[in-house]
């Protein structure tokens, strides 16, 4: 027997340093309205220097549980998705239960921009199968650690921040319907980071190449960040015997304006039932669909009843589409 699954509880944390357009024409040779007519993003959110992704993480945490009534002991597990975790190892998500007093098993999940939704995936097959009762799975990022301040072709795009939810048996609706994966291993050089780990070791000459740091093909990842999105909305659709008509809000990925608009067009969604935050946070990769549904339950964008999906899409490659009933 499965047992029906839901969102308990939500929360999110955005850092209070906001950093503009303006403050980047300061600091790379760019304009406002590039950044606007190519991504849509005015602003975005910057952790202090020497704050870790799992300190978002945790706040974030906090307000989910808080949400969803409940403390840290009633947690039986902890996934974190996150693409900047405090350190290769140990997981992030370990740091986070100590962080919280919690005392459940804990580890975290490298799926970039599709992080959050991979998490809750395997959360959901957890508690339907009955092996964990309430998991926390957090989408967290501290990107501007991992960003070339001085190239002005990556470092407009990202933003810091962190997004939780309690994923537990359904009690009010928020029902979890489905999750489709999808995964492509050989476009893994289209968004990386490539020193660091074992197949670029660490040196000084990877430091004064500036490897250590995100590199992206733009062009490449906006093409496929279309079809991809595209096709994972129109085939989770296909599966579940609905059409467009019957989904109150479709919230993509927040990479770039751009993409959003033309995802829509793709699948033939109005934009006024698409939903876009991208323009206060810009990029928060792993926090990024976890935000954006709690912001758009908050602001009741989406009632009980309705039909929502969340659409991924991120470096790997690596997409999703989550069928939610709320
Ligand atoms: N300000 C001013 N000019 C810039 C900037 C900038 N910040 N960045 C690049 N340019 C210049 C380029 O140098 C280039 O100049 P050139 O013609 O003299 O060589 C010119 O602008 C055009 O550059 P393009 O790369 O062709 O610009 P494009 O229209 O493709 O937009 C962008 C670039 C915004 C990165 C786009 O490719 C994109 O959005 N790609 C998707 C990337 C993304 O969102 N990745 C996130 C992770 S994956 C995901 O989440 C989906």
Not at 114 to 125: D, E, K, Q, T
Not at 304 to 314: E, Q, R, W
Request: aromatic letters at 6%.
């Amino acid at each position: 027997m499965t047992i029906p699954v839901g969102i308990l509880g939500l929360g999110t944390f955005l850092p209070d340093k906001r950093l503009t357009n303006a403050d980047l024409e300061k600091m790379v040779e760019t304009t406002d309205e590039w950044i606007i007519s190519r991504t849509g993003i005015r602003e975005r959110r910057l952790a202090g220097k020497g704050v870790p992704t799992s300190e978002l993480a945790v706040e974030a945490a906090r307000r989910a549980l808080k949400d969803a009534g409940l403390t840290p002991a009633d947690i039986g597990l902890i996934i974190v998705a996150t693409i900047s975790p405090d350190m290769i190892f140990p997981a992030t998500a370990c740091i986070v239960q100590y962080k919280l007093g919690a005392e459940c098993p804990a580890y975290d999940i490298s799926a970039a921009c599709s992080g959050f939704p991979f998490a809750m995936s395997a959360a959901h097959s957890y508690v339907a199968s009955g092996m964990y009762e309430r998991v926390l799975v957090i989408g967290a990022e501290v990107l501007s650690a991992f960003i070339d301040w001085t190239d002005r072709s990556t470092c407009v795009l990202f933003g810091d921040g962190a997004g939780a939810a309690i994923i537990a048996p359904a009690e009010n609706g928020r029902l979890i319907i489905d999750t489709q994966l999808g995964s492509s291993g050989k476009h893994a050089d289209l968004l990386k980071l490539p020193a660091g780990g074992s197949a670029m070791r660490a040196s000084e000459e990877t430091v004064r190449e500036r490897l250590h740091f995100l590199k992206m093909d733009g062009k490449e990842i906006f093409k496929l960040a279309v079809r991809y999105m595209g096709d994972a909305v129109l085939k989770l659709l296909k599966t579940h015997n609905l059409n467009l008509d019957d989904i109150r809000l479709l919230i993509p990925h927040q990479a770039n304006l751009r993409i959003i608009s033309a995802v829509a067009d793709r699948v033939g969604m109005p934009m006024e039932r698409v939903f876009v935050n991208v323009d206060k946070y810009g990029n928060m990769s792993s926090a990024a669909s976890i935000v954006a549904l709690a912001e758009a339950a908050q602001c009741g964008k989406i009632k009980s009843g309705d039909y929502v999906v969340l659409v991924a899409f991120g470096a790997g490659l690596t997409w999703s589409a989550s069928l939610i009933k709320w």
